[in-house]
């Protein structure tokens, strides 16, 4: 019997070390779950937020609820509003307003929401590597887009621009009736007349931020725009456009810095356009999509780009940079060999949700994102999709490199790949580049709301959020209706990021592993 007992042991225990594993391994997740059962409560007295047009999850600070908070923008027309959710409830916390007037006095620039079209968060770079900051990027651009670059529908005093906001401490630290301090922002204005550039003119809805500065060049903070063409002869104009972290002012205080022509890092093959029906041959999965958003996770080892309809993720290696990834350097014969030999995404899936999507987020360790449709929607469901990192069964996975006796970087399964050395020189530790800002405590609903306010500008709502199955028709209904645990990071030091939360409640929202589950069976015997 002791035998017995030890073999279940034996069993249990090797079935639980696969599922809580120490490290995230650097492999292509793949999406396991999706669920859409929580509203995002967007109405409020001043604004409805019509169209989320950008999303984040705060690494630091958390709601009254336990989980992250989720700032979110409007589109253009939405005013200057920041929006914070409780990411489990999808109740709306509170609005930030950055006041238009902000820049007037110092340098006549008037920053109203022209096309507010992406948001990100991240390291604040060269100004505060080791704080986190809120990327507004005002660079929406429909005449563009339509006139293949050719003409703006911008004025003079509205230039495509980015805005850099300090993220908040905690929620019970804003003050001034929601208006964020001129003391917390900058910003950078930015063209496209750099000589990679394609177009003069570009419309553009997808940002993200690099949080490891990996390869050559690169630095913790440097921001990738990736515009948005639409139609097959306009796509041939995809490419990346790098904003590094030290084009901006070393200071924040309302500093602004000089006008910024982006280079469209990596390489981009020729393409050819039948004469008669005017059909573009491409020769890249990078230069075939219209993107309506981008986003790196926290740890930068994927980065996913996104259309209105699916999102599709690339694996990055440590070492590697993200021209390397996107648009990396290929030499062919053939538009038919280019279609074989060019890495392709490693993994895609369909939006969760129903309607038209500009937006996606990551949770700080990667396992889980959220994706919000328009407001052109009955309900806006927070599409959530939970991820699965596992060797076996992953795409892609990044190889194990060193360098060898000559002091060339080579992958320790096949020494005759050879890899840029900063693929060896890289720090393969997620943890190192995850914010160092412990959590705040989070504040009761009582401490945020406050009952006198005058200003309407400052919007608290407390309403009641309707239960997602009350009042709707059968086809209006998610099909999942069970939320998962949520997974709740901990980013208390540089080294306090897990892979999976070892509780109950997260491993029941775990794909069991088969010999887990015959050893609960044999031990309910015992």
């Known amino acids: 019997m002791r035998s017995s007992n030890y073999l279940v042991a034996l069993v249990a225990t090797a079935a639980i070390t696969v599922i809580s594993a120490s490290e995230k391994p650097i492999v292509c997740p793949i999406a396991k779950h999706h669920h859409n059962s929580t509203m ?28 992250p908070i989720v700032y979110g923008i409007n589109d253009g027309g939405g005013g200057e509003r920041i929006g914070l ?28 929401n022209h096309d507010w079209e992406s948001l990100t968060l991240g390291s604040c770079g060269s100004t505060h590597v080791n704080e986190t900051c809120i990327y507004i990027a ?9 006139s293949r670059g050719k003409r703006t529908n911008r004025p003079a005093d509205r230039p495509y621009r980015i805005l850099k ?16 301090s001129k003391d917390d922002l900058s910003m950078l204005n930015f063209d496209y007349r750099h000589p ?29 725009l990736v515009p948005k063409w639409g139609g097959s002869p306009q796509r041939v104009y995809n490419r990346v456009f790098k904003i590094p972290t030290s084009a901006w002012p070393p200071m924040l205080g309302g500093s602004v810095g000089e006008l910024y022509s982006p280079e469209a890092v990596g390489h981009y093959p020729s393409y050819s356009v039948d004469a008669e029906s005017k059909d573009v041959t491409y020769i890249t999965e990078f230069t075939n999509m219209t993107y309506t958003r981008a986003e790196a996770t926290f740890d930068g080892t994927v980065i996913a780009l996104g259309s209105i309809k ?31 030999q060019y890495p392709i995404s490693c993994h895609t899936w369909v939006n969760p ?22 407001g052109k929607q009955k309900r806006q469901y927070m599409g959530w999709t939970t991820m699965e990192y596992n060797v076996r069964s992953t795409s892609q996975k990044c190889p194990d490199v060193s360098y060898d006796e000559t002091g060339i ?36 609903v009582e401490q945020i709301v406050q009952p006198t306010v005058d200003d309407n500008s400052f919007v608290i709502s407390t309403d009641y959020v309707p239960s997602p199955t009350k009042g709707k028709t059968k086809n209006e209904r998610p099909k999942e209706m069970n939320t998962p645990p949520f997974f709740t990071p901990s980013v208390t030091s540089s080294s306090d990021v897990t892979f999976l939360s070892t509780s109950a409640a997260a491993y029941s929202s775990l794909p069991w592993h088969p010999l887990a589950a015959v050893a609960c069976f044999l031990i309910s015997f015992l």
Not at 47 to 54: A, L
Not at 353 to 374: C, H, I, S, Y
Request: with cysteine; hydrophobic share 35%; net charge negative.
């Open 85 to 112: 959710w409780d990411s489990k409830t999808g109740r709306r916390l509170l609005t930030l307003i950055i006041p238009n007037t902000t820049f007037t006095h110092s340098h006549n620039i008037n920053i109203t």
């Open 310 to 340: 699916k999102i599709q993720l690339y694996l990055r290696c440590p070492g590697a940079t993200v021209a390397e990834v996107l648009a990396p350097a290929i030499s062919v014969a053939s538009d038919k060999e280019a279609n074989t």
């Open 40 to 67: 995002l409560q967007t109405r409020d007295s001043v604004k409805k937020f019509k169209e989320v047009s950008g999303l984040a999850i705060s690494p630091t600070l958390k709601a009254p609820s336990g989980e």
């Open 165 to 180: 906001m300090l993220e908040p401490k905690n929620l019970t630290a804003l003050q001034n009736n929601g208006l964020v």
């Open 409 to 444: 970087c080579r992958s320790l399964d096949d020494h005759t790949k050879i890899f840029p050395n900063a693929w060896c020189d890289a720090t393969p530790t997620p943890s190192s580049f995850a914010p160092t800002v412990a959590p705040t405590v989070a504040p009761t």
């Open 353 to 374: 949700v129903k309607g038209q999507m500009e937006t996606f987020a990551w949770t700080p360790d990667g396992m889980r994102n959220l994706q919000v449709p328009e």
């Open 138 to 146: 005002d660079f929406g651009d429909n005449t563009a887009r339509r």
């Open 196 to 224: 990679s550039s394609p177009t003069k003119y570009a419309d553009c809805e997808g940002m993200f931020l690099d949080p490891t500065g990996w390869g050559e060049g690169g630095a913790i903070g440097d921001l990738y």
